[in-house]
């Protein structure tokens, strides 16, 4: 296999999906000539011109609305906003009307249409521009919101929303365009499923729940817990809605321990949905209360100082999973 | 003033004798510090104080036993005046932060919490004191009718959490059955951890103290002989083809990644599991009342220890692979020698095999290993001469013995379950399919 970054992956899926079905279109803010914010785009607009490659003015409620149009009328688009926090902007487009549409016409249109967008901090972009959005979309039945954290899954997962026929939010993060990791061939073809999240680390005295760039965060944690003989499991839980219970489950049922690691805030944000859903379903299960690592409940700071003190770190991660596993069943 | 008492460390524990205060008296206490270490029917275990204070007074001396629930030190502050009747006879403490209830029906409340509960009228409403127990562990103590309550819980809040259940459970299991010795030719040659009896001479005797390990073989197998009417079914079983099976599985997994040697004991492990599988009736526990039918299989294997013995469990034995059978009671008996078997690897054991084969043995019978109902109790293998179509040929047979309890298994169910076994021995690739 080879290597690539996040980014190339990302452009790699829009290209292919683009070269297989001409319904494919891009439109948003400086991605055609200019190739994108985060350079995402680069290219395409050479390859495929401005019908299928559409700068648009800045307003983020135009951008959606018109791809709403678009997918209703037979097209696929893919949209990009430039972070999370602009598609406030688009909220009603995306709440009341991509959500919306098929429930409310009986079922028959399709919305095959994806919102790409990074959201998160870390960056020093400032409270504004830091955010981790992702629970508010969550909590909408109609939208599907997947939130990949490598490379392989950034392809298999983009490829796949383009082909679903609902509105797919799907949420990057700034910090993880320059990551690279293994990706198949370019002759491969493959899409990895909107609903499965995925065990990136098996273990044995606690789940530590995470997805996006929280993800790596955490497995460096589990390797440090590893060396005090804590096994740490780790979920990656790539899609946001709908949610794998299925596999944290069968996860909490071996480890009766439960950490969730999230950037966005405590509280009503995905860690607090994801920990309602397993008392409700493995209570039974359960030796330990479960343990959230997020953000400090305030707005982003823009000093990097107060920033990094903000985000959610690896110790977060290991002193919660301490707090939990008990150091006599380590010993043992 | 609060008491520190003595904990209730296991099912099977009823009193716990104090080798060493770690604190002394006029020392600093924080809560969760280790006060004393305690040897039980098993192992030491160092016990921490559920009070941050000062030591006051140490009420047990080291060497010297105290009931469960007794109280052993007192802590408080360092100007606090001792209890008077305390101060003056230094016996059993009062009940304080106990969570021990008393009358709960389960013959845990001992006589001296009885008296003490009388004697003290007022912490007597303690006894409704809410227990804090995790949901994995009550359902684990349900589980194996365990009384929750006379756990002492480790994690906060003094809450039980699924750890002291299997501690408690693995007390509760840890002694087996009958005469037994492991898989393995070596000798023992480590301990389990624990102070060695002090052997006296007395006239032409000598007299040998008993472990702990010795006092609960002795408690759960007279009971088990007591309570249990043992019967037994012998079956003279042809090993050839399992021999030539074994011989064919050990040249394939000396290659694997990970080589193992399969020894004849795991094949029979095999080979129980899923005749319990297939009998369920006699995967089963007699309860006064009722039969418990265990869904699960897990079969616990007696490995003798210089000091005893002791039952580690191959759980769900009936799911697993030969070869992962192997791994695992290679695994257990080498923790079993080294005294590092996990509180879980002691439990949940559903029958139980005792193999003398090693031994020169020809045939034994064994004692039931409660709460089981059922124990095999494997031979050696000895070529024998047999008749075969009217001529007498030497072919290597074994012998087996299964006890039951006839209160939960009858002679006929015995008999049919030792055939099945004995199918499964003599037509072996079964074993693997």
Redesign the interface.
Known sequence: MRTLTYRDALREAIREEMLRDERVFILGEDIAGYGGTYAVSKGLFEEFGEKRVRDTPLAEEVITGAAIGAALGGLRPIIELMTINFSMLASDQIVNQAAKFRYMFGGQPEMPLVIRMPGGGGAQRGAQHSQSLESWYAHIPGLKVVMPATPYDAKGMLKAAVRDPDPVLFIEHELLYNIKGEVPDEDVEYTVPLNRGEVRRQGRHVTIITYSRMLHVTLQAAEDLAKEGIEAEVIDLRSIRPIDIDLLIDSVKKT?RVVIAQEGWKYYGTGQGLAALIYEYA??????PIQHVTSADVPMPYSKVLERAALPNKNDIVNAAKAIV?A??VR? | MKTVEMPKMGDTMEEGKILRWIKHEGDQVKKGESLAEVETDKVNIEIESFASGVLRKILVPEGKSAPIGAGIALIGAADEALPAELASNGAAGKKSETRVKEGNGTGYATQTVAQQASVQAAPAALGQERIFISPIARRVAEEYQLDYQQIQGTGPNGRIIKMDVEAALAQRQAVAAAPAVPAIPSPVEIPVPGPAPVAVEVGEAVEIPLTAMRRTIARRLGQSWLASPHFYVTSVIDTGKLADLRRQINEYAEKDPVPVKVSFNDLIVKAIALALLRMPQVNVSFAEDKLIQKSRVHIGMAVALEQGLIVPVIHDADKRGVLDIARESHRLAEAARTGKLHPEDLIGGTFTISNLGMFDVDSFTAVINPPESAILAVGSITPTPVVVDGQVVVRDRMKVTLSSDHRAIDGATAARFLQEVKRLLEEPFGLLL
């Open positions: 009766n209570f039974d299960y359960m030796d330990a008990p006599a069943l043992a």
